[in-house]
């Protein structure tokens, strides 16, 4: 009899594969290791680190050669571990004090991971993983454990966490599946596996146990549904829906050029959300027109100080060109909030969401702020570039940003530099108060981005990353759609294009409603262009207006989400 597992879905999708366990204990390994000398043990791990520095060198390469510059980032963080003083101190001192490398850097790791998991920030946090990740990898290499053997079958990861470094050697064709007991969606893991479209399940918790090494399993990622050993009927009905995921990947494949164009002509722009600049690239498939939001902060993340403008400017130019003319909008930084930035030095704050976030920082540190509208400015020579800043709450602000804006193009200016003049200024309306502002806000800007992740939140006062909370968090409740109707007609009648980069662009029915309020464009995670495009070419335009005005009258969003499910 099969054993069923209810997960997270970190990555959608349905896989079959062979379970390869990947976090089991080093621990018989130890047991069973036969230590030299202290000195001896202090040349093994100098050897052992010299040796995973260069493999970790020349993995890098490979991974830029290939395009694949995610991935590389992040092992090119590991590498910043292995010569973090901090932590080679640790080591060496452990492997004196008790003459046994392998066993000094497990301690060591767990050590420093465990300060890690315990700091305040997310981003700490989830370094621990990265440094459990290599302590397991350097002492497999003085133990001489050997790695994961890849057969004929695709494998399924397994494990409370899965290393970032195993998920990254393992050729595309012979991963299935990433199963983790641990719960975040954020770790570099995960990001990682979703940069390959690996069907990720995550949060098993301590019920991972309960998949035994070289199991079959079954992974329903559209439901977080781990089936263990399925039975003869799972398997076929699961096959069914596999092949219906293919005929469906078929039919949107068919509508890729196609544009979201309602039955009455009613055209809406639908791009992408990327983090970092190869994603652009991966978007393509899927019949974007352009970046709707460039999450510029992940190019602040991963690293150890920040990136030069020399850095960004290389990144932007990459999104750009990938955008083959059309508009590439970039965020300046959001940093804070669930974003931190070790290195900025940020005192820790009681409530990150209403602290020292975003454009705030942006305002108050011109030698961040400067290069990155510098950086973007040059590089929007090599397309149609927009800046977009976050978190926007006043007049204020927004002329701030604009006098900065200026001042960048002056510089550059001075400096004989090329850049492009035509670059558009928007902001993010992601806060009540820009929302209500907006018919004041159309004056200065040239567009408006709806950010409904954060809009929501601060409209409800209710934490978008709390999972007690999470039902109360919904962006068809009718003050949400208020603000999101009043933005729209702020934008339309001031002649400036308002669009959505929030998750709410990515939900077909919302789409509908957003499009009868006047909305020009929906930025969302590429994969879910389609199935909006679908949505938007089976209505028209007066129909979507028919439903806006019915929706706008109805009490609660449970309401408006069982009228659009019943009528559309
Ligand atoms: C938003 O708040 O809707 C948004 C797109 O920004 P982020 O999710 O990065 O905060
Ligand atoms: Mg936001």
Same mark, same amino acid.
């Given at each position: 009899?099969?054993?069923?597992?209810?997960?997270?879905?970190?990555?959608?999708?349905?896989?079959?594969?062979?379970?390869?366990?990947?976090?089991?204990?080093?621990?018989?390994?130890?047991?069973?290791?036969?230590?030299?000398?202290?000195?001896?043990?202090? =040349?093994? &791990?100098? %050897? @052992?680190? *010299?040796?995973?520095?260069?493999?970790?060198?020349?993995?890098? #390469?490979? /991974? $830029?050669?290939?395009?694949?510059?995610?991935?590389?980032?992040?092992?090119?963080?590991?590498?910043?571990?292995?010569?973090?003083?901090?932590?080679?101190?640790?080591?060496?001192?452990?492997?004196?004090?008790?003459?046994?490398?392998?066993? =000094?850097? &497990?301690? %060591? @790791?767990? *050590?420093?991971?465990?300060?890690?998991?315990?700091?305040?920030? #997310?981003? /700490? $946090?989830?370094?621990?993983?990265?440094?459990?990740?290599?302590?397991?990898?350097?002492?497999?290499?003085?133990?001489?454990?050997?790695?994961?053997?890849?057969?004929?079958?695709?494998?399924?990861?397994?494990?409370?966490?899965?290393?970032?470094?195993?998920?990254?050697?393992?050729?595309?064709?012979?991963?299935?599946?990433?199963?983790?007991?641990?719960?975040?969606?954020?770790?570099?893991?995960?990001?990682?596996?979703?940069?390959?479209?690996?069907?990720?399940?995550?949060?098993?918790?301590?019920?991972?146990?309960?998949?035994?090494?070289?199991?079959?399993?079954?992974?329903?990622?559209?439901?977080?549904?781990?089936?263990?050993?399925?039975?003869?009927?799972?398997?076929?009905?699961?096959?069914?829906?596999?092949?219906?995921?293919?005929?469906?990947?078929?039919?949107?494949?068919?509508?890729?050029?196609?544009?979201?164009?309602?039955?009455?002509?009613?055209?809406?722009?639908?791009?992408?959300?990327?983090?970092?600049?190869?994603?652009?690239?991966?978007?393509?498939?899927?019949?974007?027109?352009?970046?709707?939001?460039?999450?510029?902060?992940?190019?602040?993340?991963?690293?150890?100080?920040?990136?030069?403008?020399?850095?960004?400017?290389?990144?932007?130019?990459?999104?750009?060109?990938?955008?083959?003319?059309?508009?590439?909008?970039?965020?300046?930084?959001?940093?804070?909030?669930?974003?931190?930035?070790?290195?900025?030095?940020?005192?820790?704050?009681?409530?990150?969401?209403?602290?020292?976030?975003?454009?705030?920082?942006?305002?108050?540190?011109?030698?961040?702020?400067?290069?990155?509208?510098?950086?973007?400015?040059?590089?929007?020579?090599?397309?149609?570039?927009?800046?977009?800043?976050?978190?926007?709450?006043?007049?204020?602000?927004?002329?701030?940003?604009?006098?900065?804006?200026?001042?960048?193009?002056?510089?550059?200016?001075?400096?004989?530099?090329?850049?492009?003049?035509?670059?558009?200024?928007?902001?993010?309306?992601?806060?009540?108060?820009?929302?209500?502002?907006?018919?004041?806000?159309?004056?200065?800007?040239?567009?408006?981005?709806?950010?409904?992740?954060?809009?929501?939140?601060?409209?409800?006062?209710?934490?978008?990353?709390?999972?007690?909370?999470?039902?109360?968090?919904?962006?068809?409740?009718?003050?949400?759609?208020?603000?999101?109707?009043?933005?729209?007609?702020?934008?339309?009648?001031?002649?400036?294009?308002?669009?959505?980069?929030?998750?709410?662009?990515?939900?077909?029915?919302?789409?509908?409603?957003?499009?009868?309020?006047?909305?020009?464009?929906?930025?969302?995670?590429?994969?879910?262009?389609?199935?909006?495009?679908?949505?938007?070419?089976?209505?028209?335009?007066?129909?979507?207006?028919?439903?806006?005005?019915?929706?706008?009258?109805?009490?609660?969003?449970?309401?408006?989400?069982?009228?659009?499910?019943?009528?559309?």
């Amino acid at each position: 009899m099969s054993v069923s597992i209810q997960g997270n879905v970190a990555l959608e999708g349905i896989s079959i594969g062979k379970i390869v366990k990947v976090d089991q204990s080093l621990d018989g390994y130890v047991a069973s290791y036969t230590p030299g000398t202290a000195e001896e043990e202090l =040349a093994k &791990l100098e %050897a @052992a680190l *010299e040796a995973i520095s260069a493999e970790i060198d020349e993995s890098v #390469e490979k /991974m $830029r050669a290939a395009g694949q510059d995610e991935q590389a980032d992040i092992m090119e963080a590991h590498s910043f571990l292995l010569m973090d003083p901090m932590f080679t101190d640790m080591m060496n001192d452990k492997a004196r004090e008790l003459a046994n490398a392998p066993a =000094a850097v &497990l301690a %060591a @790791a767990n *050590e420093t991971a465990e300060i890690l998991a315990n700091m305040e920030d #997310e981003y /700490m $946090r989830e370094r621990s993983q990265d440094v459990h990740d290599i302590g397991r990898r350097v002492a497999r290499f003085v133990l001489g454990v050997k790695g994961i053997e890849v057969g004929d079958e695709p494998i399924i990861l397994c494990g409370h966490e899965v290393e970032p470094s195993v998920i990254a050697n393992i050729p595309d064709d012979k991963l299935a599946g990433v199963i983790m007991g641990q719960g975040s969606t954020t770790c570099h893991a995960v990001i990682i596996a979703k940069s390959r479209a690996i069907t990720t399940i995550v949060g098993l918790e301590e019920r991972i146990g309960d998949i035994p090494d070289g199991a079959k399993v079954l992974m329903d990622g559209n439901a977080g549904m781990v089936i263990v050993e399925p039975t003869q009927d799972e398997l076929s009905s699961y096959e069914k829906q596999m092949a219906e995921q293919q005929a469906e990947m078929k039919r949107y494949e068919a509508m890729r050029d196609l544009p979201a164009e309602t039955t009455d002509g009613k055209v809406v722009q639908l791009t992408a959300n990327i983090g970092l600049p190869d994603d652009a690239e991966a978007a393509i498939k899927y019949g974007n027109q352009g970046v709707g939001l460039f999450r510029s902060e992940f190019i602040f993340m991963g690293r150890d100080k920040i990136p030069s403008e020399e850095l960004q400017y290389e990144n932007y130019k990459k999104a750009i060109l990938a955008c083959k003319g059309e508009l590439c909008v970039i965020r300046t930084m959001d940093i804070g909030g669930d974003k931190p930035l070790p290195y900025l030095n940020i005192a820790p704050e009681d409530n990150p969401f209403l602290g020292y976030r975003a454009v705030r920082i942006s305002l108050e540190r011109p030698e961040l702020f400067m290069p990155q509208l510098r950086a973007i400015l040059r590089a929007g020579v090599f397309g149609k570039a927009a800046i977009m800043v976050p978190m926007v709450i006043s007049v204020d602000e927004v002329k701030s940003i604009l006098a900065m804006v200026d001042k960048a193009k002056a510089e550059l200016e001075t400096e004989g530099k090329e850049y492009a003049k035509d670059v558009q200024v928007g902001i993010m309306v992601e806060t009540p108060a820009a929302a209500v502002m907006t018919p004041v806000l159309a004056k200065y800007v040239d567009f408006f981005s709806i950010g409904t992740n954060d809009l929501v939140q601060y409209t409800l006062a209710v934490d978008r990353i709390n999972p007690q909370v999470s039902k109360l968090y919904d962006h068809f409740h009718p003050a949400v759609l208020q603000l999101i109707q009043r933005t729209i007609q702020a934008g339309c009648n001031n002649g400036k294009w308002v669009g959505m980069c929030g998750e709410m662009a990515s939900d077909p029915y919302a789409a509908v409603i957003l499009m009868a309020m006047g909305i020009t464009e929906l930025s969302m995670s590429a994969p879910s262009i389609p199935k909006v495009k679908e949505k938007i070419r089976s209505v028209s335009l007066k129909e979507a207006k028919d439903h806006l005005a019915k929706v706008m009258e109805l009490e609660t969003g449970a309401e408006v989400r069982e009228y659009l499910r019943k009528n559309l």
